[in-house]
């Protein structure tokens, strides 16, 4: 029988579609599994084949799961807000919305196509007003939280007022900005801005001037991931360090949460080992410096015990200290340093490990403990986010800051055990003991650090502590194409929109850059006031207009683009209700993400905010679960086979692939759709047409050819490597691209991409499809299977259930493959093995099983049948055959009872009658026995 996948294809995508077969119940009664993939941002491109990889093998699992008569969940939406719909629309004028509707109706097809069995009903869009409704709640809730170190869990702000107003700032345990002390008194007679002022402070959602990436060419702040060896990943454009006034999210109050919490959940190692580096515990002291000009520097150092090697000080550029310490002799060369160090990100400052440099700022800090004057440079390579933006140096145990010393000339003490002496050509490694004769001789290392801690602390020099390198997350983006921040700002402080008035809609705007005056580009919009007595937007209002003093502008800048992303997983839980982001009882039923698969590339953003926010939210008691994803995996990637041509330098003349060595070439990437077929031939017609500078392009061929060179890379537009779902889907089927996907390897592994091991994989889905068919015949029998025909099902049953509880997807193509070859040898088909059969594969290829299952006579969908049980007993052997050996040499075989136990064996092997011809009338010396093994006679 002809498989016609497009036609199987089709009906049931649509089937599905009117069915909503695959819609999740909010059934409480019911066990439930969440399986999700990372949020996907629809751009213009649409899907490669390197891009539904996680998705398969997620649906692959959800299916598997609802066979178990599991309630699962498993949605799909959109990160619809963002950078790249934003740029477009400055070049077009284009509105984002509508790039981001067409892109998003290109994904929801490709989805559609390759036969997700998602709840299409669920579907969110973080740029939908009713959706990000409950974003700006949630900001509006961080706002008014503050977090309360002595209960370790944020708590409504109205707690902390409380507090002050009965103790002012007495015992107090608070994560805050900076160190504040007042009383309760104070408290009371301080006036309404005088409070806000220092509630911000604590506030979980603050504003404050941060270090950030400005990109002005753009127009915005830009995060560390989007930003490349100094230039916009969008664009190429120059970034720059700058400080500004921005919202942030105070994520460091929850930095040891965020590292124990790695413990109780079932991720890669290397995924935690990224957090934990990022969020940086260190335990120390802080050591306070005193300056000839009576500024104090204080630092964070892991190694106080080192305090007595320490010879200069090092700030970061940023460090408020910096303009006060610099004498008038440095100004120039501080300034100068400053604007250079202002072009590096701060990725960019600590990737750079060898290259040091710096500026004197003429000013010298007073070594407590050797009492030694150390000069104060500025350098890229300390950090304004990490500790206080300033460290004590210590160039005969630090690398950085030994390369320091020895460039501009410094003091390299090397403080040793019973010796002090200068080395100027090494340092010791950090785990040396560094201790000084006079005041920890003989400590080790532990001793020495605890002894000198103690010491800082009783002269007042400053405190053991600890240290977190996580910053916390600045949240303002200067764009349009983002959540509006639900602030208006009376006498300049920020307050929040009374929750009634959300959502805050994006306004509409003429042009999507910033104002003439630099103001983000909301500034734009001619409605962008707050009437604080009418609770509505308004326009600016005029000197003359009497209802001015309650009318307040308002907060121009957007949300960044995780915004949406730290909490989605939790709408679709809930998607459309509109009195709560999402029902208690809902989201304690669904609870955690039982399965989320997605790329490792996300590590120290998406999975960290989300987890901060999931945090956050069960502080505050709206979700009941600490961590928001149970188990979690991340897919390699598939990578493209790339094509190259080489072009002879200063010409337009092309030289054909094994000729090269005789040119002087430049190779350049070629769309791998100008090949002929599946060669390695170039379409030299097509090539010349694909760009113009290559209308004109002569070729040096060998046998008449033009061969490209190939090369595997990261499948990108950029590369031309791109292969479109879409043909794959016309020419095999979106079964066939979802098995072959499977069957490339590990599912965390990346692999190449080939083409042309697709006709394997849909030659199997022929042959499976005509395990059905007698000819062009239904051909389905009733009668009882035979014994090998149920070793071959069960066989398959076993290994199916052991590789999907172990998420080792690819071995189970491969046992798919193995059972069709077996049962057309056998020419089975019985009903018995057929429909099982069906269900066993159908995870993997829905659209071949459900037309399998409907041919088998079944009127509703094969979603609802239940997967078929493993019985051990169908494959177990009822007899093995024997190799009999005499003296080792194999001479006959003999088929026994497996069940037997070797007194049975060794009295059957000796009775029958060849073994009596070899024997001749002698008694056996010896009878060895391995069950279902071997038997050796010794003669």
């Not at 600016?540 to 121009?556: G, I, M, Q, T």
């Not at 029902?583 to 998406?606: M, N, P, R």
């Amino acid at each position: 029988m002809f498989y016609d996948h497009q036609q199987i294809e089709k009906k049931w995508q649509q089937y599905w579609k009117e069915n909503q077969t695959y819609n999740a119940s909010n059934d409480t009664s019911k066990p439930k599994f969440y399986v999700l993939d990372m949020f996907p941002y629809p751009s213009g491109a649409g899907l490669h084949v390197g891009h539904p990889l996680g998705y398969i093998a997620s649906d692959i699992y959800a299916r598997y799961k609802r066979y178990h008569g599991f309630n699962v969940l498993h949605p799909i939406g959109y990160d619809s807000f963002g950078l790249p719909a934003e740029q477009y629309a400055i070049q077009t004028g284009q509105h984002p919305a509508v790039t981001t509707e067409q892109n998003i109706t290109r994904y929801e097809e490709q989805l559609r196509r390759i036969g997700f069995s998602f709840d299409w009903s669920r579907e969110l869009r973080t740029s939908d007003p009713s959706y990000y409704k409950w974003t700006q709640w949630i900001f509006i809730e961080l706002f008014h939280s503050w977090y309360n170190k002595s209960t370790d869990k944020a708590e409504p702000i109205s707690s902390l007022v409380r507090h002050f107003e009965s103790y002012g700032t007495e015992n107090l345990n608070a994560q805050q900005t900076e160190h504040l002390s007042f009383t309760a008194e104070e408290w009371n007679a301080a006036s309404e801005m005088d409070k806000e002022d220092i509630l911000l402070n604590y506030r979980m959602a603050f504003r404050a001037e941060t270090t950030v990436n400005w990109c002005p060419a753009l127009g915005t702040v830009l995060a560390n991931d989007e930003v490349k060896d100094g230039k916009s990943e969008r664009g190429g454009f120059p970034v720059f360090q700058k400080k500004m006034m921005q919202w942030s999210m105070r994520i460091t109050a929850y930095s040891e949460r965020l590292l124990q919490g790695l413990q109780h959940i079932d991720w890669p190692q290397p995924l935690k080992d990224a957090q934990e580096y990022w969020i940086g515990k260190s335990q120390g002291a802080a050591v306070k410096f005193a300056t000839e000009s009576e500024e104090i520097i204080e630092v964070f150092t892991t190694r106080p015990d080192t305090i007595f090697g320490a010879t200069f000080m090092v700030l970061a550029p940023e460090n408020p200290l910096v303009e006060k310490l610099t004498t008038a002799e440095q100004k120039i060369e501080v300034q100068n340093y400053i604007e250079e160090t202002s072009k590096k990100t701060e990725r960019d400052r600590m990737s750079d490990v060898k290259n040091v440099s710096g500026a004197f700022t003429g000013s010298y800090a007073l070594n407590p403990f050797t009492k030694k004057k150390m000069p104060v440079y500025i350098s890229d390579y300390v950090l304004m986010g990490y500790g206080t933006g300033a460290v004590m140096a210590v160039p005969a145990h630090d690398e950085r800051d030994h390369r320091f010393a020895k460039k501009f000339g410094l003091e390299i003490v090397n403080v040793i055990k019973n010796e002090v002496d200068v080395q100027e050509e090494s340092y010791d490694s950090k785990d040396s003991v560094c201790v000084n004769s006079d005041f920890l001789n003989g400590l080790n290392y532990t001793e020495a650090k605890n002894k000198i801690i103690a010491e800082i602390e009783d002269r007042d020099l400053g405190h053991g502590t600890t240290n977190y390198r996580q910053r916390d997350a600045i949240f303002s983006r200067q764009r349009y194409w983002g959540e509006p921040v639900p602030v208006y700002y009376k006498d300049g402080m920020p307050y929040t929109l009374p929750v009634s008035a959300l959502p805050l809609e994006l306004p509409e705007v003429e042009k999507y850059l910033p104002t003439e005056d630099g103001d983000p580009p909301l500034g734009n919009a001619k409605e962008w006031y707050w009437d604080e007595r009418n609770e509505k937007i308004v326009a600016a209002p005029s000197a003359l207009d009497k209802e001015s003093e309650h009318v307040f502008p308002l907060e121009l800048s957007t949300m960044p683009g995780w915004a949406g992303s730290s909490w989605y997983f939790l709408r679709y839980m809930d998607p459309n209700n509109d009195e709560v982001f999402t029902d208690k009882k809902l989201s304690d039923y669904w609870g955690q993400v039982d399965l989320y698969i997605g790329g490792s590339e996300h590590a120290t953003g998406h999975l960290l905010y989300s987890r901060f926010w999931n945090m956050f939210l069960k502080d505050r008691g709206f979700i009941s679960q600490e961590e928001p994803f149970k188990k979690l995996i991340n897919q390699g990637m598939i990578l493209g086979m790339s094509a190259f041509v080489y072009r002879m330098n200063g010409t337009n003349k092309f030289v054909s692939k094994n000729l090269v060595q005789e040119y002087d070439v430049q190779k350049i990437h070629v769309d791998v759709s100008l090949l002929k077929g599946a060669t390695d031939e170039l379409d030299t017609e097509a090539f010349k047409k694909w760009r113009p500078e290559f209308a004109d392009a002569e070729f040096i061929l060998e046998d008449g050819k033009y061969i490209v060179g190939r090369e595997v890379e990261k499948m990108s537009k950029s590369k031309y490597n791109v292969v479109n779902p879409d043909d794959i889907c016309d020419e095999y089927g979106a079964d066939c691209l979802r098995l072959y996907e499977m069957f490339l390897g590990p599912l965390e592994q990346s692999k190449p991409w080939n083409t042309q091991g697709l006709s394997g994989v849909y030659g199997f889905l022929k042959k499976f499809y005509n395990l059905y068919y007698d000819g062009d015949v239904v051909s389905i029998s009733e009668e009882e299977p035979t014994k090998q025909e149920y070793k071959v099902l069960h066989t398959l049953i076993k290994k199916v259930i052991y590789d999907l509880d172990n998420f080792s997807f690819n071995t189970s193509v491969s046992s798919f493959m193995i059972s069709v070859n077996e049962l057309q040898k056998l020419k089975c088909n019985k009903r018995k093995i057929l429909e099982p059969l069906a269900v066993v594969i159908s995870p993997y290829a829905p659209h071949i099983c459900e037309e399998l299952w409907m041919i088998l006579g079944h009127k509703t969908s094969i979603e609802f049948a239940e997967f078929p049980s493993f019985i051990e007993a169908y494959i177990l052997e009822d007899e093995f055959e024997y190799p009999v050996s005499f003296n080792g040499k194999m001479k006959f075989k003999i088929t026994l009872p497996a069940d037997l136990d070797v007194k049975k064996i060794e009295e059957r092997v000796l009775q029958d009658e060849k073994t009596v011809k070899q024997l001749v009338g002698n008694l056996p010396k010896k009878v060895i026995i391995v069950p279902k093994k071997i038997i050796n006679i010794v003669v």
